[in-house]
């Protein structure tokens, strides 16, 4: 490589002072001052980069370790949402742990005296065997004990000659009545098996106006079937209902109830039973009626253990006496006065009954029974059920205007009395 002299370096500054000198004196015009202005720039920035054009040593950075993606703090865990949630709610919970105690009910019962010209209409069209026809029919129950103890109504199995039991599961069984009273339309049957499901058994007396109700059972033969409503109201009686062969109060619910119902459960939101599916009023929609399951419970208890229960009866009839009824008495009746406008007015008494043994008449007024005042006919019923068979009802009425201590034993109702 050739290297330049220091004589040669002064000879090369001579030569550029003699062009700029040169240049101050000869150039004259704005372009070429311009001109001047670019070379000498264009000059310093070359020099400025002789000047830099050595080699630079590289300088390592100080070492930090930084990653590529910076980590976030963990934050509270987030869970995947739980999709069976969507399906699920207190109807299909309640459901979860009664459906599988709830029963279909099958029964058939034969006619043995049915006239000859009823046997057409029920044998079709066919020539039918000289033998007596059968009536089927389908309800509905639910296991109140794992050794095979089912409650349904009276009105179900009281008149089959044969009973059978299915399952949702497709098990079927015999069934044997233990007991059924048609007074309060509750019944026991009795199945040959072990360690079933039993439903959950509820409070009655805790039921609310307005609380949900869940019906299942059997309507129209469709297993299974599972309805949901409120309480529309509690304490209805049997008399509310038209229903004055029954001496029991029902639970109304809008919940749908239908044919096959009949002796299934009713579930409040948990559940639990609180009343059996009895009644319906056919002409209506929405109005289905329950035996409270506490009643209901009382009643299978006796049926589980004797076969039977044993109600007690007085033998009267009677009405709630208003100051109407008791001004159209007195103005019909010349020798008989009412002197009272409120209380129990009896209107009728069963011969050889409690009643007529005890020397109540027709016309009494029964202002206390067992020292409670009683204006409603639903309170005498009560009265005398709770007293039972085995004690004296002490009764205050008022006769003619004169007030009377009558005692009454209570007597079992004979199976004839309604």
């Known amino acids: ?90 109807v299909t919970n309640a459901l979860k742990q009664a459906e599988p105690a709830v029963v279909q009910i099958n029964v058939s019962r034969t006619l043995n005296n049915l006239p000859n010209v009823l046997r057409p209409f029920l044998g079709g069209v066919r020539p039918i065997p000289p033998t007596a026809p059968i009536i089927r029919g389908v309800g509905s129950g639910f296991v109140i004990d794992p050794k095979g103890l089912i ?72 297993q299974e079937t599972v309805t949901v409503g409120v309480i529309s109201a509690i304490d209805r009686t049997a008399s509310d209902l038209g229903i004055f062969d029954k001496q029991i109060g029902f639970l109304q619910t809008d919940a749908a109830i239908n044919p096959g119902n009949s002796g299934g459960p009713l579930l409040n939101e948990k559940g639990e039973v609180i009343g059996i599916n009895t009644a319906i009023i056919g002409q209506a929609q929405g109005l289905g009626f329950a035996i409270p399951i506490n009643t209901a419970s009382a009643i299978a208890q006796q049926l589980i253990t004797k076969g039977k229960v044993d109600h007690p009866y007085i033998g009267i009839k009677m009405i709630p006496l208003t100051a109407q009824i008791a001004q159209q ?41 067992n020292n409670r005042p009683v204006t409603e006919t639903t309170v005498v019923q009560t009265i005398i059920n709770d007293n039972g068979i085995e004690h004296p009802l002490k009764l205050e009425v008022q006769r003619n205007g004169q007030q009377k201590t009558v005692t009454v034993r209570p007597e079992p109702i004979p199976s004839q009395v309604s």
């Open 151 to 222: 409650l349904t109504n009276a009105h179900v199995v009281d008149t089959a000659d044969v009973v059978s039991v299915s399952f949702q599961d497709g098990r079927t069984f015999d069934g044997e009545v233990l007991g059924a009273d048609p007074i309060t339309d509750v019944a026991v049957v009795k199945i040959d098996a072990r360690d079933l499901a039993v439903v959950p058994i509820g409070n009655s007396d805790l039921v609310k106006q307005g609380q949900w109700a869940i019906a299942i059972g059997n309507p129209m033969g469709l």
């Open 329 to 369: 008495i007195n103005r019909s009746q010349k020798d008989f006065k009412i002197n009272s406008n409120e209380g129990i007015l009896i209107v009728d008494v069963t011969p050889r009954s409690p009643a007529a043994q005890a020397g109540l008449q027709v016309g009494d007024v029964i202002q206390k029974m």
């Open 1 to 90: 490589m050739t290297r330049l002299t220091p004589r040669f370096k002064q000879h090369e500054n001579n030569l550029m002072s003699n062009l700029l000198n040169y240049i101050n004196t000869k150039i004259k015009s704005h372009f070429w001052r311009s001109l001047l202005g670019l070379v000498l720039f264009l000059g310093i920035c070359l020099s400025g980069l002789t000047a830099f054009s050595s080699p630079l040593k590289a300088e390592p950075l100080d070492s930090v370790d930084y990653p590529l993606v910076e980590k976030v703090p963990n934050g509270p865990e987030v869970q995947p949402p739980n999709l069976s949630s969507l399906y699920t709610n207190f």
